[in-house]
């Protein structure tokens, strides 16, 4: 089973930047594709970007242009680069391994003045 550890989640200004990261345990980091979701409360879980093995991208129009999905395989670590940070952003972020199915603990971002 993947261990999945997320952090960086804060309270941030609207505008403001944040830079999410994911730390996988296990040997499948590599040659999965990693994502990140959010979910508000009393809402479902929604996609928010995700990377494949070669680095190809896709992201939830929602946040195109203001966040950015990286990965570093050597370190097993998945980032998300925030910018432009609006209160609707607000949520508990989750990082997830989409070939295993396994996800984090979750970390939140509350975006508010």
């Known amino acids: 089973q993947v261990q999945l550890v997320e952090s960086g989640g804060a309270l941030v200004q609207p505008g403001g930047s944040l830079r999410l990261s994911c730390v996988s345990s296990?040997?499948?980091?590599?040659?999965?594709?990693m994502g990140w979701y959010r979910q508000i409360p009393e809402k479902g879980r929604e996609f928010v970007a995700h990377?494949?093995?070669?680095?190809?991208?896709k992201y939830a129009d929602s946040v195109k242009g203001r966040f950015t999905i990286s990965r570093e395989n050597a370190k097993k670590v998945v980032y998300l680069e925030m910018n432009q940070l609006k209160p609707e952003d607000t949520a508990v972020y989750y990082c997830?391994?989409?070939?295993?199915?396994?996800w984090g603990q979750g970390t939140q971002v509350t975006v508010s003045s």
């Open positions: 997830t391994n989409l070939v295993f199915g396994d």
């Open positions: 296990g040997n499948s980091f590599s040659g999965s594709t």
């Open positions: 990377i494949s093995a070669s680095g190809i991208t």
